[in-house]
Nanobody, 120 residues
Framework: QVQLVESGGGLVQAGGSLRLSCAASEHTFSRYAMGWFRQAPGKEREFVARISWSGTITYYTDSVKGRFTISRDNAKNTVYLQMNSLKPEDTAVYYC?????????????WGQGTQVTVSS
């Protein structure tokens, strides 16, 4: 059974920080790059960041570069997203998913996500 469990979201003032966590199954986590995606109300889900399976290569969408940092702990089967200098436009439900190529999610399945709300 595929497991993708996101946590760490919350309500924060603009300029604040949050750290998101995503726990995946060992089978999934050990074999693929991992990505973070987000979806705001009324908008399509979009790619945010990805990290290679080894943790040595990362990539971010332009809107979060310099503010967000993706990392992973293979021993814990967990990927993180450290979000600093948050802006209201970062408000969305954040999801994780393995990534095979580019910025495309590998699985059609999505976890529950974690809500991030940034107030002005």
């Amino acid at each position: 059974q595929v497991q993708l469990v996101e946590s760490g979201g919350g309500l924060v003032q603009a300029g604040g920080s949050l750290r998101l966590s995503c726990a995946a199954s060992e089978h999934t986590f050990s074999r693929y790059a991992m990505g973070w995606f987000r979806q705001a109300p009324g908008k399509e889900r979009e790619f945010v960041a990805r990290i290679s399976w080894s943790g040595t290569i990362t990539y971010y969408t332009d809107s979060v570069k310099g503010r967000f940092t993706i990392s992973r702990d293979n021993a814990k089967n967990t990927v993180y997203l450290q979000m600093n200098s948050l802006k209201p436009e970062d408000t969305a439900v954040y999801y994780c998913n393995p990534i095979l190529v580019g910025d495309r999610p590998l699985y059609a399945y999505w976890g529950q996500g974690t809500q991030v709300t940034v107030s002005s």
